[in-house]
């Protein structure tokens, strides 16, 4: 435990850690901040947000069709509330607009009315407007059940097929879980599994290179117990890595609790809502838990490639030329279909699981070839 101690020492050194703290700063500047301070961003997004929030505190993680004629009452009180709105201002009255129907209508070719629409809605920002939209889109969704899959003729196969109908037939098309909030989690967790990746790299970078480069590696071909280094290197980097993962899971999962969206965490991500079909009945707090777990399994893979690139770079120039083509892979096709969107139905049903066991096994297999050489390696 003692070497497996001062081989962290080597990988956690302020430098490292300076630097990974500005890669995750400026990452979390440019590709999260933004989904945590504008979300829902713009409106009528924000309104539809809060009337799915009120959908579901009403009626629960499903709309019946009496719950159904419940919101529609709202919403055409929400029509009397505009038109109450309407007939008390005096710019409208005097356009001779009297009710919603007739403001919707209004012809927006003329440029007085178009400004006075403008006021109202873009500048005014009053909110009745904006959540009879809003209420509008959700209550065409219901309507329209033959929308849910959200794909065209011939684009899915016939277990794909069947898969939406099942659905369907299990109530799917009543569940009230919405895009918004699966979108902005989707979007932030491959931002955040690259930005993990990417740190774990810069992490494992000096593994092997550093005894290289100082020729230390010399003394420990000498001895048994310097041999025995290379797989204790190999905990060391497993140990790090993991704590990286962790570290920054945490800090995100801290960040992501301020949008507001644990109600949403028990409910089906299958839902006419949701743009997303997945072939598993799974709650969105699964889902979440699934994508974790994707990016550990691919984190310790990681671990094996980047401990077999250190191994092998002479110095810190090559190891970072080597590096350069595993990133495109892994932030690119890796965190797209292993890390983002798993489980969906437009990909093939077990994608994921056999990705990550094949990713594994062929790293390990790498790290194995790797390790047989240094066993018989000659320092002559």
């Not at 069709?65 to 109450?84: C, L, S």
């Not at 190999?234 to 609790?257: D, E, K, N």
């Not at 191994?311 to 292993?338: C, E, Q």
Request: glycine fraction near 4%; aromatic fraction near 14%.
């Amino acid at each position: 435990m003692r070497l497996i101690f001062e081989e962290l020492k080597k990988l956690f050194t302020v430098k490292t850690i300076i630097l990974i703290s500005i890669v995750s700063f400026i990452m979390y500047q440019q590709f999260i901040m933004f989904d945590f301070k504008h979300f829902p961003n713009g409106r009528p997004l924000l309104d539809t947000f809060l009337a799915t929030q009120k959908m579901l505190e009403d009626y629960g993680e499903t709309m019946d069709e009496d719950e159904f004629e419940d919101f529609k009452d709202i919403y055409e009180k929400r029509i009397d509330e505009a038109t109450a709105y309407i007939k008390s201002h005096n710019e409208l009255a005097a356009a001779g607009i009297d009710t919603y129907k007739e403001f919707r209508s209004m012809d927006l070719e003329d440029e007085k009315l178009s400004a006075l629409h403008h006021k109202v809605v873009f500048e005014d920002f009053v909110d009745v407007f904006w959540e009879i939209q809003a209420r509008e889109v959700m209550i065409d969704t219901y309507e329209h059940p033959e929308r849910f899959s959200q794909y065209g003729p011939g684009e899915l196969n016939e277990k794909q097929e069947a898969r939406i109908h099942e659905l369907v037939e299990n109530g799917a098309t009543t569940a009230v879980f919405t895009y918004l909030v699966f979108e902005n989690y989707n979007t932030l967790i491959k931002v955040v599994a690259i930005m993990i990746f990417l740190s774990v790299m810069l992490v494992l970078m000096p593994l092997y290179v550093g005894d290289k480069r100082n020729h230390a590696i010399f003394l420990q071909y000498t001895s048994k117990v310097g041999r025995s280094l290379f797989t204790k290197k190999l905990v060391a980097g497993l140990i790090a890595s993991l704590t990286v993962i962790t570290i920054h899971l945490s800090c995100f999962f801290f960040l992501y609790a301020g949008n507001d969206t644990s109600m949403f965490f028990p409910l089906t991500i299958n839902s006419i809502y949701n743009n997303f079909v997945s072939w598993y009945d799974i709650t969105f707090f699964q889902y979440i838990v699934f994508t974790v777990i994707c990016i550990y399994l691919l984190g310790i893979a990681l671990v094996l490639v980047a401990a077999c690139i250190s191994s092998i770079a002479p110095n810190y120039m090559t190891s970072v030329g080597l590096h350069v083509p595993l990133a495109f892979i892994l932030f690119g096709l890796g965190t797209s279909y292993l890390v983002q969107n798993i489980t969906i139905v437009y990909l093939p049903q077990h994608l994921v699981p056999i990705s990550l066991v094949i990713i594994l096994l062929i790293c390990a297999l790498l790290y194995g070839w790797r390790y047989r050489n240094e066993k018989v390696r000659d320092i002559a």
